[in-house]
C-alpha cells in the first residue's frame, strides 16, 4: 500500500425525512428539497477540482432522476445506500437483497454504470446483519462502508479495524484475506482509551473548525480519513414552523447556516477523493 494522504469524502443522498431526528414527522414540503444543498455541494466540489463519492437512496433515484444524472455527469461516483433507509436489522435478508437489485437497476439506469459500493442506513451493519456482506459480495459489489467501529446508543460495534480491511460474514471486524469485499469503517479519533467521532455528520457539525480540523490531522498521520455529510446538513431552515421538540431539531439543525463554509475549509485543508479513485490508485488486489 503507497499511502499519499489522499482521504475518502461522500455525500449520504437522502432527504431530512430519513434521519431519526424526523422519522414519523408529517412532511412539510419546504425541508423535502435536497437540490438546492446538493448543488451547492456540487458546485463546491467543482470549483476545488475534488471527485467525491454519492450513496444514493433508491427512493431519491426514483423521485430526482435529474440530479442523480447531473451528479454521475460531474464526474462523482454514484453508490448505493438501499432504497428505504430501514437499517439492516429490521429487514430479512431477502427483502435486503430486494432492495439491493432494486436499487443498482435504478442506478445503473441514469448513470450506464455499475454500483461498486454499498452504506448501510444509520451505520446499521453488526455481527447480527452479517449476512448483508454475502448478499453484497453475490451482486458484485467492490467495497462497503457501513462500520461505525465503537459502540454508541444507537449504531457500531466494539473493536473493529481502524483502517480498511477485507471483511467477511464469519466475523464481520477482523480482516479476510480470502475476502473480496473491502470494508471502510469510518474513522474515529483517539485519544488514550477513548474514541472520539468527528468525521462527518453531526459530529462533524457539533466540533468547531480548529479542533476538528486537529483531530482529523492526527488521523491522518496513521490512516485514510473516511468523511461524510448529507444534503440534509446544510438546509439553512431555523424560521420554518416544525413541530419537532427543540432538542431534536436542535441536533438536526445545530450549525447548518455555517457548515458549508466548514466543508469548504475542509477541503482547502485536506485531499480527498472518492472511494472508487482511492481504491483505484492505492489498492491492488
Ligand atoms: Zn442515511
Redesign the pocket.
Known amino acids: 500500500l503507497t499511502y499519499n494522504k489522499t482521504h475518502i469524502f461522500s455525500v449520504?443522498l437522502?432527504s431530512l425525512y430519513?434521519t431519526s431526528y424526523y422519522n414519523g414527522c408529517k412532511k412539510n414540503i419546504e425541508l423535502c428539497n435536497i437540490k438546492k444543498p446538493t448543488y451547492d455541494l456540487l458546485n463546491l466540489f467543482e470549483c476545488k477540482e475534488i471527485k467525491v463519492t454519492f450513496f444514493v437512496l433508491g427512493r431519491i433515484a426514483e423521485e430526482e432522476p435529474f440530479l442523480i444524472k447531473e451528479i454521475s455527469r460531474r464526474g462523482h461516483e454514484v453508490a448505493s445506500?438501499g432504497y428505504s433507509?430501514k437499517p439492516l436489522n429490521s429487514l430479512t435478508p431477502r427483502e435486503f437483497e430486494q432492495e439491493i437489485i432494486k436499487t443498482n437497476n435504478l442506478i445503473q439506469e441514469i448513470t450506464g454504470l455499475k454500483v461498486k459500493g454499498f452504506r448501510a442506513?444509520?451505520f446499521s451493519l453488526n455481527n447480527d446483519s452479517a449476512w448483508a456482506i454475502d448478499i453484497l459480495k453475490n451482486h458484485g459489489f467492490l467495497y462497503d462502508a457501513s462500520i461505525f467501529p465503537m459502540k454508541t446508543p444507537r449504531y457500531g460495534i466494539y473493536n473493529s479495524q481502524d483502517n480498511f480491511y477485507k471483511i467477511s460474514s464469519k466475523d464481520i471486524s477482523v480482516n479476510c484475506n480470502e475476502s473480496s469485499l473491502l470494508e471502510f469503517p469510518h474513522s474515529l479519533f483517539k485519544f488514550g482509551n477513548f474514541k472520539i467521532p468527528c468525521a462527518g455528520g453531526i459530529y462533524s457539525r457539533f466540533i468547531p473548525y480548529m479542533p476538528l480540523k486537529h483531530m482529523l490531522k492526527n488521523i491522518e498521520k496513521e490512516r485514510v480519513i473516511n468523511f461524510y455529510t448529507?444534503p440534509w446538513e446544510f438546509e439553512n431552515i431555523h424560521n420554518i414552523k416544525t413541530k419537532l421538540p427543540a432538542y431534536k431539531k436542535f441536533l438536526a439543525h445545530y450549525n447548518s447556516k455555517n457548515h458549508l463554509k466548514k466543508i469548504e475549509k475542509l477541503v482547502a485543508d485536506f485531499t480527498f477523493t472518492s472511494f472508487e479513485k482511492f481504491i483505484d490508485e492505492n489498492i491492488f488486489f
Open positions: 449520504d437522502e430519513t445506500h433507509h442506513p444509520f448529507h
